[in-house]
């Protein structure tokens, strides 16, 4: 058995707090380079920019406080929003792999395959 040594790149993303952390601007250019109209990335920036929170403290809710990023956990809307972040970094890593950037790990000896990211 011939072991050969190569450079390996992991990035592993944390789902969990990229949810809470998903930048609005980003968000909206996704949206934009996926042909979405601007009427209706208005009214999702309206939906999501003018969210607010509070806090629940000893049983009573604190002050509202304006959110600045993230998506509201238990909004149905905000599930699909995070696919659509989600997407535009599985775009972003597929036009690396295009442009060279970066190749895939070779996986199997018989009919290898090229993993280059998971989604």
């Keep these: 058995m011939l072991l050969v040594e190569k450079e390996l790149m992991l990035f592993k ?9 998903v930048d609005w601007g980003y968000l909206d250019a996704v949206m934009g380079r ?5 009427l209706w990335r208005k009214w999702i920036k309206e ?23 993230g998506l509201r956990q238990g909004d149905p809307l905000s599930l699909f929003l995070f696919l659509l972040a989600a ?6 890593m597929e ?15 018989l009919a290898p395959v090229s993993v280059s990211h998971l989604q």
């Design 47 to 69: 939906c999501v920019c003018t969210a607010t929170e509070s806090v629940l403290v000893n049983g009573s809710p604190s002050e509202e406080f304006p959110l600045e990023r």
């Design 95 to 109: 036009a690396m792999v295009e442009c060279n950037l970066f190749t895939g790990y070779s996986v199997g000896a």
């Design 87 to 92: 997407e535009g970094l599985h775009v972003l």
């Design 34 to 38: 996926m042909g979405f109209p601007t």
């Design 13 to 21: 993303v944390d789902f969990e707090k990229a949810y809470d952390s």
